[in-house]
């Protein structure tokens, strides 16, 4: 029996170019100061994770499906099934670009074919890859990008010779102000993402059937808790760098330009270690954002989540294709990513909200449904991200 490995799927969709970007921008800007947003949003992930996990294993369907069934009243089953499409189908769409771009622009450190040209092969391979249906295939690729992400990132922080006492004093003196709102929402956006929800829940529902449900779902807490933990050390990493790098100095970042940056810090060595970083980083997400959608929308609209099936390769053929339709326009990323990445923030709390009813109202879930903790949990995270969101909108109108 194949062993399921999606706690280090979502690890490795998380940790994409938006990850890298919004983290390198947070230590250039804030130094340490707003690591405590990065704590909480890899505890999050882990409470939402889980429940998604469960979710999967105990009905053996996703969180589309799950979503979908349990609303009886047509309009609001509509309305639900348009947010899916929109949000999770159409999003990821807009995402993809982004994904192709970063690795793009890591490959092209190596060989100067032009980012279009990169991304249109990487586009190619992704779609190959997702092609084959195989996910125990797909997985092992995955889990090989991430510990290579963890390999350059880490390697690249110990070069750098960070100031450990500074990093412990910022940690110690957070910062919540108007100026540091967008940048949090994004770190938030970047770490608790909405379609991993939906990836994770679906992933989990074929990797487990057969198996104990109730073993199945510790098994799977314990890894995806190690997972997702790991995946938040090396955005860690990533800030500690970039503080040591750029804080309080006048350099301005740019996607395609943040190795060269480092030279100083790193050396002849510094281009390599972050355009292989940020290649891995990019192609994870340009794979796994695109299997996401595929098996939201057709859990959405009803169609075969089987991954062969043509309805599941036309969504993940269309979110591609927009990717690198996109991607080839040479769009300058860097501004738009950190503004995603806090819409993403914003979206949050409404897919959050979704799944704590389906955790709490799903017949099918059995005793699997939610207990008092993972509801205090789970409330816990939405008022936060509600209260910084709001936060948000009212400073701009103040």
Same mark, same amino acid.
């Given at each position: 029996m194949a062993k399921d490995k999606s706690g280090f799927i979502i690890a490795a969709a998380f940790i994409g170019p938006g990850t890298i970007t919004t983290a390198s921008l947070a230590g250039a800007n804030f130094g340490f100061h707003l690591v405590w947003a990065l704590v909480f949003s890899i505890i999050?992930?882990?409470?939402?994770?889980?429940?998604?996990?469960?979710?999967?294993?105990?009905?053996?369907q996703?969180?589309?499906?799950?979503?979908?069934?349990?609303?009886?009243?047509?309009w609001l089953r509509g309305l639900c099934i348009a947010l899916i499409?929109?949000?999770i189908g159409i999003g990821n769409a807009a995402y993809e670009s982004g994904n192709l771009t970063g690795a793009a622009i890591g490959l092209n450190a190596f060989y100067d074919l032009g980012t279009a040209g990169w991304a249109l092969l990487l586009g190619v391979l992704a779609a190959l890859l997702l092609w084959t249906g195989q996910h125990q295939w797909i997985e092992s690729v995955l889990v090989a990008l991430v510990f290579i992400m963890a390999g350059v990132f880490f390697l690249t922080l110990l070069v750098a010779s960070p100031d450990w006492g500074a990093m412990l004093a910022q940690f110690a003196s957070p910062t919540l102000d108007v100026g540091a709102i967008t940048t949090i929402?994004?770190?938030?956006?970047?770490?608790i993402v909405p379609y991993n929800l939906f990836l994770h829940a679906s992933l989990v529902a074929k990797n487990t059937r057969g198996q104990d449900?109730? $073993? %199945? /779902?510790h098994a799977c807490r314990?890894?995806?808790?190690?997972a997702i933990s790991m995946g938040g050390l090396i955005t860690l990493v990533v800030v500690a760098t970039a503080m040591t790098a750029f804080y309080q100095q006048a350099a301005t970042l740019d996607a395609g330009?943040?190795?060269?940056?480092?030279?100083?810090?790193?050396?002849?060595?510094?281009?390599?270690?972050?355009?292989?970083?940020?290649?891995?980083?990019?192609?994870?997400?340009a794979i796994t954002a695109p299997l996401a959608a595929a098996f939201a929308v057709c859990g959405a609209l009803s169609l075969s989540d089987d991954m062969k099936s043509p309805a599941f390769r036309l969504v993940w053929g269309l979110v591609i294709a927009c990717g690198v339709a996109v991607a080839s326009?040479?769009?300058?990323?860097? $501004? %738009? /990513?950190?503004?995603?990445?806090a819409a993403n923030g914003l979206l949050l709390p409404i897919i959050a909200i979704f799944l704590l009813v389906v955790m709490n109202k799903s017949k099918a879930l059995g005793e699997f449904k939610n207990g008092t903790w993972s509801n205090l949990l789970g409330i816990i995270v939405v008022s936060v991200v509600v209260g910084l969101g709001g936060y948000k909108l009212i400073s701009l109108f103040a």
């Open positions: 999050a992930t882990i409470v939402l994770q889980d429940m998604a996990a469960r979710l999967g294993i105990a009905t053996g996703g969180l589309s499906s799950g979503m979908k069934d349990m609303i009886r009243h047509p499409v929109s949000a929402l994004a770190l938030i956006g970047t770490t449900k109730a $073993s %199945a /779902i314990k890894q995806s808790a190690t330009n943040i190795g060269e940056q480092l030279k100083p810090v790193l050396g002849d060595w510094a281009q390599a270690f972050f355009a292989l970083g940020l290649f891995s980083a990019g192609l994870t997400s326009l040479n769009f300058k990323p860097l $501004s %738009a /990513i950190l503004f995603a990445q």
